[in-house]
């Protein structure tokens, strides 16, 4: 067998996988690997990526896991830190936060290319945030990889300006501008700004538009569309727009233009509403929280300074529409429902341990959890097992699969369980939207309070706890 024979087969499975015949993909490779009783990098990678697009995430884990071992000493470190990459989202999917940043690390170390560690250091500090008592020490460290990296770009900082306006220009940065949680976010501070007093500038970087795009886009705002630009090309046209404040929305998750900030190319430089925690980097001057989110104007789990306003920072504005609220279940049913449909990589083990005390101390109660895990026989095995091992009375537990129209199901909830250190934000917003009260755990830093900043506006500071207890 030679390597153009191979590379033959690969790009006939490549080209099944991209047209959305997995299964024709995977046979091709398994057929391949049969015939010659071998396996590939290339291969196995393929099948990985067959693997994450089914959801069959325990199998994606443990064909990884394989690879990684069979090729350590490989010479291609693209695809090997490409491995470790998928293998962290795996093990995130799976609610395993540790193994995930390690994974990510591991990818970090082996990407040969500057940007894509850095991709890899945010997708490890964004897993981090859902890992129980995690240290803030162990936070700082993943700030000062993502920043030794950084300097491996070799950024030139623009000089510090010097030009004055009669109005002050704020800049917004994001690639979430569309039917994403940011866009339920922003829209007040695009639409509903003096414009006496401000000049707005918008910088989109998502490269697919949609009807929350194109709401926004309707503004009295100036619009940038740099989707696919390169960092230095972003911090050129915002030096060039002369923009006095610069509100990054992104933080740490995905398609975040966070080294635009080592370019310093507005005079002041912020953080906020798209992401919970610090962005790790010195040139960025604040983020924006509020009194509730941060006790403190410092915290050890930042590097920026927390800019605390008096009420809150969030501005819901939902673009869906709500079905009507529904009586509580309980009227009908005599129990109490409870139920969590946040993300499952945010359910660590402890909080699997306190809903578990939940159930056990409120009779005849139920819960009710749902996610795209649980829509594979393989993701609900996993669950239930992780269920089984922690000792949840499971058959007062209902497994449910996403769906599109979720929002009708609180009708099935009386009482909505945040998770933590990782809580839900627009999951948190919807749930009470719809008329389900959500009780929250309040965390140690800003991002893990955003329950206890919701319900302390909301006048209901009593939902939010500030220990298991």
């Given at each position: ?96 936060s540790e193994a995930a940043v390690a994974a990510f690390v591991r990818s970090a170390q082996l990407e040969p290319s500057t940007g894509r560690k850095l991709t890899e250091i945010s997708n490890a500090l964004f897993a981090a945030n859902a890992i129980e008592d995690l240290p803030a020490a162990k936070m700082q460290e993943l700030y000062a990889a993502y920043r030794h990296d950084l300097q491996e770009m070799a950024v030139q900082a ?312």
């Amino acid at each position: 067998m030679n390597t153009g024979e191979f590379l033959a087969v690969y790009e006939r499975a490549l080209a099944s996988y991209k047209q959305g015949d997995c299964d024709d993909a995977w046979q091709i490779i398994t057929d391949f690997e049969q015939q010659h009783s071998m396996k590939t990098l290339l291969g196995y990678l393929l099948k990985a990526y067959i693997l994450r697009t089914r959801k069959q995430y325990v199998s994606e884990v443990s064909l990884l896991n394989d690879l990684v071992r069979d090729f350590a000493d490989s010479e291609d470190k693209k695809r090997l830190a490409d491995a470790y990459s998928l293998l962290g989202a795996a093990y995130r999917m799976l609610g395993q936060s540790e193994a995930a940043v390690a994974a990510f690390v591991r990818s970090a170390q082996l990407e040969p290319s500057t940007g894509r560690k850095l991709t890899e250091i945010s997708n490890a500090l964004f897993a981090a945030n859902a890992i129980e008592d995690l240290p803030a020490a162990k936070m700082q460290e993943l700030y000062a990889a993502y920043r030794h990296d950084l300097q491996e770009m070799a950024v030139q900082a623009y000089p510090k300006p010097a030009w004055h306006h009669a109005k002050i220009r704020v800049g917004y940065l994001s690639a979430d501008l569309r039917d994403h949680a940011v866009g339920q976010f922003v829209r007040p501070f695009f639409f509903h700004y003096n414009p006496a007093d401000f000049e707005v500038i918008v910088y989109q970087l998502n490269k697919d538009s949609d009807f929350v795009t194109e709401d926004l886009r309707g503004a009295p705002v100036h619009w940038r569309d740099l989707a696919g630009a390169e960092f230095a090309e972003i911090a050129q046209v915002i030096h060039e727009d002369e923009v006095d404040v610069l509100v990054e929305l992104g933080g740490h998750t995905a398609g975040n233009a966070l080294p635009v900030f080592a370019y310093r190319p507005a005079r002041v430089q912020l953080s906020g509403i798209g992401y919970f925690n610090s962005t790790g980097i010195y040139e960025c001057d604040g983020f924006l929280s509020d009194i509730y989110c941060a006790p403190e104007e410092n915290s050890p789990y930042f590097t920026e300074k927390l800019l605390r306003l008096p009420h809150t920072h969030f501005c819901y504005q939902p673009y869906k529409t709500f079905p009507k609220v529904s009586p509580p279940p309980c009227l009908q049913n005599g129990y109490i429902t409870f139920g969590s449909f946040n993300n499952f990589a945010k359910v660590n083990d402890g909080m699997l341990l306190l809903w578990r005390e939940i159930l056990l101390r409120v009779t005849n109660s139920r819960l009710i959890l749902k996610h795209q895990l649980l829509g594979t026989e393989e993701g609900r095995a996993y669950t239930l097992n992780r269920l089984k091992k922690l000792q949840l009375p499971i058959e007062r537990i209902e497994l449910r699969p996403y769906a599109k129209d979720y929002l009708q199901e609180y009708a099935d909830m009386d009482i909505a369980l945040d998770t933590a250190p990782y809580p839900g934000g627009l999951t948190t917003c919807e749930a009470l939207y719809m008329g389900v009260p959500v009780v929250v755990l309040s965390g140690n830093r800003h991002g893990a309070r955003f329950g206890k900043s919701f319900l302390s506006n909301l006048g209901l500071a009593e939902l939010a706890a500030e220990d298991a207890s």
